[in-house]
């Protein structure tokens, strides 16, 4: 096939391939079985390939953001209020055996 000829061929028709542009009946009338498995393996692998670049997108600005974390004044507050609440009910908390010892 002329959209296969060359290793640069075939990558540009790959990459078409997952933007859409992609002549799917050549493939398909030239060998239907082995055609459909190229086109479907395809796009299962480049939407893993898109979907993980996403996920380390998300997880390297959570993680920057978590190391700049700083609690506000309510939740203070709230930490404040939980611990006393515990304190009077008689039950134990992480936080407020933390904050009695440091």
């Known amino acids: 096939m002329s959209s296969y000829k060359t290793i ?3 990558a540009e028709t790959m990459v078409s391939l997952q933007l859409g542009i992609f002549n799917y ?3 398909l009338d030239y060998n239907p079985i082995l055609g459909s498995f190229l086109i479907g393996s395809c796009i299962i692998f480049m ?3 898109v979907l993980n670049l996403f996920i380390s997108v998300i997880l390297v600005a959570f993680s920057e953001e978590q190391k700049n974390y700083k609690a506000s004044e309510e939740e ?3 930490d404040l209020m939980l611990t006393k609440l515990c ?3 008689g039950v134990k908390n992480k936080k407020a055996s933390s904050l009695s010892a440091g």
């Open 87 to 89: 304190s009077i009910l």
């Open 25 to 27: 009946e050549e493939v």
């Open 8 to 10: 640069f061929d075939a």
């Open 47 to 49: 939407t893993f390939v």
């Open 76 to 78: 203070e507050i709230v």
